[in-house]
């Protein structure tokens, strides 16, 4: 199946916020992959059409992983 930039930058995304759940200190990482899975299943309604949106939301998402990446932080609850 083929995909578009856009499709592919979500991937991108959401599997750069797995890898850095595996960084993160046992205890946590689960924590951190159900974190990140919660963002991205909230935003399951929005149509692949609606571009300014979705690339609003990887910005954001970015912002965040590069926020929780930090070695600071420990563990995060939701």
């Given amino acids: 199946m ?3 930039g856009i499709q592919r930058d979500v991937l991108a995304l959401y599997r750069l916020c797995l890898r850095e759940a595996r960084k ?3 205890d946590a990482r689960e ?3 159900n974190f990140a899975r919660d963002e991205f299943r909230a935003h ?3 149509k692949k059409k609606d571009f300014a949106t979705i690339e609003h ?3 954001v998402g970015q ?3 590069e926020t929780y990446s ?3 932080i ?4 939701r």
């Fill in 24 to 26: 993160k200190p046992s």
């Fill in 74 to 77: 420990k563990n995060i609850f």
């Fill in 44 to 46: 399951l309604d929005i």
């Fill in 2 to 4: 083929k995909r578009t």
């Fill in 63 to 65: 912002k965040k992983l």
């Fill in 31 to 33: 924590n951190f992959r």
């Fill in 70 to 72: 930090q070695p600071g």
């Fill in 57 to 59: 939301l990887l910005r």
